[in-house]
């Protein structure tokens, strides 16, 4: 079945400055979409909202065309992987697959060198180590979509390729929206990207759209 999540209408208001207007934002199965911006545009606040954690001035929810309200969130429809660790630290990393119900012998597939972490509490792992499971446990899970703000912070580049491959086969069964200011790897995996320019999104279609939206200064 083919999903579909779109959000538009957003204002977001931050004393008198305007921070989001004109938003409009779509993600279904099958398709990575992308969100790039520069520092402060509101890429965190637009996924903060989708996802119930920010309240706006004015918001359109749908889910499969129906008007999706924060306060029925269920994790089967969005999980949210933000900037910040979402797991406690004292927690063993065979306690976080057993509550996303998913499997440690697909990790370690992708990921050999964690084979001897099962049973390692998370606050002995590298900040990086932490992000990939947290990465892999929110992109696996049963959801009909993902969101993650700057998945590839602290990340290797040998793993970074890793979670692309990952999220290249996770979409087959969900809708991913991601964000990263490592944006080649958002512009290699993504199949829309939209960048956020003086408060509203552009869907792009070539490089040099993110010049014109004042993303980067040249391709």
């Known amino acids: 079945m083919i999903n579909k999540l779109e959000v538009d209408s957003v204002i977001l208001d931050f004393g008198t400055r305007r921070v989001l207007q004109n938003v409009y934002l779509k993600s279904e199965t099958e398709k990575i979409t992308g969100l790039l911006g520069r520092n402060g545009t509101g890429k965190s606040c637009l996924m903060n909202i989708i996802y119930g954690e920010l309240t706006p001035n004015d918001k359109s929810i749908r889910l499969n065309g129906k008007s999706y309200l924060n306060n029925d969130r269920n994790p089967e429809d969005i999980r949210f992987l933000p900037q910040f660790n979402i797991c406690p630290e004292s927690n063993k990393v065979n306690r976080i697959f057993n509550d996303f119900d998913i499997d440690f012998n697909d990790f370690i597939v992708l990921f050999p060198d964690f084979k001897n972490f099962y049973n390692v509490k998370l606050n002995r792992l590298s900040k990086g180590e932490r992000r990939i499971i947290e990465i892999y446990t929110i992109l696996v899970s049963k959801t009909k979509f993902c969101m993650l703000d700057e998945p590839f912070s602290q990340i290797m580049p040998v793993h970074i390729n890793t979670i692309k491959q990952l999220l290249l086969r996770e979409k087959l069964h969900k809708g991913i929206v991601i964000t990263d200011h490592l944006y080649r790897h958002i512009t290699d995996i993504s199949d829309d990207l939209y960048v956020i320019d003086k408060g509203e999104t552009y869907?792009?279609?070539?490089?040099?759209?993110?010049?014109?939206?004042?993303?980067i200064n040249s391709i």
Not at 203 to 215: H, M, P, R, W
């Open 203 to 215: 869907l792009t279609k070539s490089g040099e759209d993110l010049v014109k939206y004042n993303y």
